[in-house]
């Protein structure tokens, strides 16, 4: 089964900047959609931003104009570029892969691979 390993969480201050990384294994996700979303303790899992192919984005209110999804196909990765961070975005984010191409990419269930998640912790 393909796996998705998150990388680059940690402590930040209010206003600080982070870049995670999601490197998947067992296949590539060239051309699959791509999603980051974030947990807080006690509450569900919400969408924080997805890439398609030929470069389409979507992103949560919440985050837009402050974080960045990109990907670099010949490093199989997908980014999440996070600037003015704000105690709010405080979370365990996941990267997550819909390889069926539901499209429903604020769902959840949308997709079928998850990553472990990475801490986010930003301190005001």
């Known amino acids: 089964q393909v796996q998705l390993v998150e990388s680059g969480g940690g402590l930040v201050q209010n206003g600080g900047s982070l870049r995670l990384s999601c490197t998947p294994s067992g296949r590539t996700f060239r051309s699959y959609i791509m999603a980051w979303f974030r947990q807080a303790p006690g509450k569900e899992r919400m969408f924080v931003a997805t890439?398609?192919?030929?470069?389409?984005?979507y992103y949560a209110d919440s985050v837009k104009g402050r974080f960045t999804i990109s990907r670099d196909n010949a490093k199989n990765t997908v980014y999440l570029q996070m600037n003015g961070l704000k105690p709010e975005d405080t979370a365990v984010y996941y990267c997550?892969?819909?390889?069926?191409?539901?499209?429903?990419?604020?769902?959840?269930?949308?997709?079928?691979?998850w990553g472990q998640g990475t801490q986010v912790t930003v301190s005001s």
């Open positions: 890439i398609w192919g030929g470069g389409i984005t």
């Open positions: 997550a892969a819909d390889v069926s191409y539901r499209r429903n990419y604020a769902d959840a269930s949308s997709y079928d691979y």
